[in-house]
């Protein structure tokens, strides 16, 4: 703990829950707690949306750049590394994209090589997955029964 | 007298309620944050409202239009932040976990964030057009692994032995900034995939002199202004387009295992250069990781024949 005098509107009564719920768009992070803020979060219906189009400007992004230096040098031995980096560079694109972007900063993402789906929101619960058509049987299956129903983003 | 502890002095901080107080504790000038332990934001509690599901997050992660100078946070953990419009001047960020940090139209002046945990980091996202700027940062030590971008700014920062592994900067520009240790697995680009109505990356007065490159792409780059290391690990190769394209056609006359590799390496980097591009550098422990021994003499009897 420490201790000071000059808090400038530190006794500024918080507003009401309902006030802040009704003073604000639903979809903007709202401070309801002076000492320890608190935030309100919903989902907004275009979540889905705005995910595939990253999805689908990170497939197009991985085509046009291609092998970095160090997966050209593993594909040199092994060219049918090829199409496995080509996967695993719309992964990383698509993460470093949406992370990126401000209207997205709610979803959280999973980090590469870890378990879970690939987004997920706090908010709501819900999970989203990039994965081509073929593989997403598999994916319902390792992640329905911990994080509940999915959403497919495909390329 | 109001006594708080700091993870409420950082809430007032953030929001700009806090004034500059003689009785704040203070180390080297910066208030003191050291060791500021915030909890990773969580549902707290949920109820409809509308056709909505509202929840309940907590702590708040969003930061809008804060300015946080002259603070000490050394050591401290501040999971899942999320800063917008915001300033950080003078600050020591030094030993922090910024795990999931994100952050969109901030300045970040004069600080250091040595050793500090940025893995997976948001630092280069654009908000209305604008970018983070890193002005005077010292990311020594730091786990910059995999960190987004579409663009930022750095001017004067100091990446000495930082973690950049798997890091494609994108359309980052960098000025007058200094690479030490090693570099490994990154990516600079003259501008970002889409990203060309961004001010394009120069790469002006960058020191590479004392870092070792491996399997580092120069994109789209003339690299006039750029220091490469001088020892006999990598290749400084001037006049890169046309040397290159001299080696490959010596190297694709050649029709052995090792020939055949280095083209395939080789060809890759190709496609990247500029015309007339001042300069390029090949690393040749990458070299003889794609065709061992063998190839790194076959590159070097190429490169000088």
């Not at chain 2, 003889?288 to 024949?305: I, S």
Request: hydrophobic content about 45%.
């Amino acid at each position: 703990m420490m201790a000071f005098g000059m808090l400038a509107g530190a006794a500024m009564p918080a507003p009401a829950l309902e006030d802040a719920i009704i003073a604000e768009a639903p979809a903007t992070m709202i401070d309801v707690i002076a000492a320890v803020p608190a935030a309100i979060e919903t989902e907004a219906p275009d979540v889905t949306a705005l995910l595939q189009a990253h999805v689908d400007s990170a497939a197009a992004a991985a085509n046009a750049t291609g092998l970095s230096p160090a997966q050209a040098a593993a594909a040199a031995s092994n060219p049918g590394l090829a199409p496995a980096f080509y996967d695993s560079n719309v992964d990383a694109m698509a993460k470093a994209s949406i992370a990126a972007d401000p209207a997205l900063s709610s979803v959280q993402i999973t980090p590469r090589f870890q378990f879970g789906p690939d987004f997920y929101s706090s908010s709501t619960g819900q999970w989203w997955d990039i994965t081509t058509d073929s593989q997403w049987a598999n994916h319902v299956d390792k992640y329905t029964q911990q994080f509940g129903n999915g959403i497919h983003l495909t390329y | 007298m109001i006594t708080l502890t700091k993870a409420e002095l950082w809430n007032l901080i953030t929001k700009g309620e806090v004034t500059e107080d003689p009785n704040l504790p203070k180390v080297d000038g910066r208030i003191d944050l050291r060791g500021l332990k915030l909890p990773k934001p969580a549902v707290a509690n949920q109820r409809p409202f509308a056709q909505f599901q509202v929840r309940t997050i907590l702590p708040s992660s969003s930061v809008r239009g804060a300015k946080l100078h002259e603070l000490d946070l050394t050591g401290s953990s501040i999971p899942s932040l999320r800063l917008f419009d915001a300033e950080i001047r003078n600050c020591v960020l030094d030993r922090c976990n910024l795990a999931d940090l994100r952050m969109w139209s901030t300045t970040v002046a004069n600080c250091g964030f040595r050793s500090t945990k940025l893995r997976g980091a948001a630092l280069g996202g654009i908000d209305n057009g604008k970018r983070n700027m890193f002005l005077n940062v010292d990311f020594s030590d730091a786990d910059m692994r995999e960190t987004a971008y579409k663009s930022a700014s750095f001017t004067h920062c100091r990446f000495r032995n930082t973690r950049l592994e798997g890091t494609n900067f994108q359309g980052s520009t960098f000025q007058d900034c200094v690479f030490e240790g090693e570099v490994r697995n990154v990516l600079f680009n003259r501008s970002a995939s889409g990203g060309e109505d961004l001010p394009p990356n120069q790469m002006l007065n960058v020191d590479f002199s004392r870092a070792t490159l491996r399997f580092v792409g120069f994109r789209g780059l003339t690299l006039d202004h750029v220091v490469f290391p001088q020892d006999t690990d990598h290749f400084v190769i001037r006049d890169f387009d046309s040397a290159l394209d001299r080696v490959l056609r010596l190297l694709s006359a050649q029709a052995d295992e090792a020939a055949r590799k280095l083209v395939f390496f080789l060809e890759n980097e190709r496609k990247w250069v500029v015309p007339n591009q001042a300069q390029g550098v090949v690393n040749a422990l990458d070299l003889r990781e794609v065709a061992g021994d063998e190839g790194l003499e076959r590159f070097r009897a190429a490169l000088n024949a």
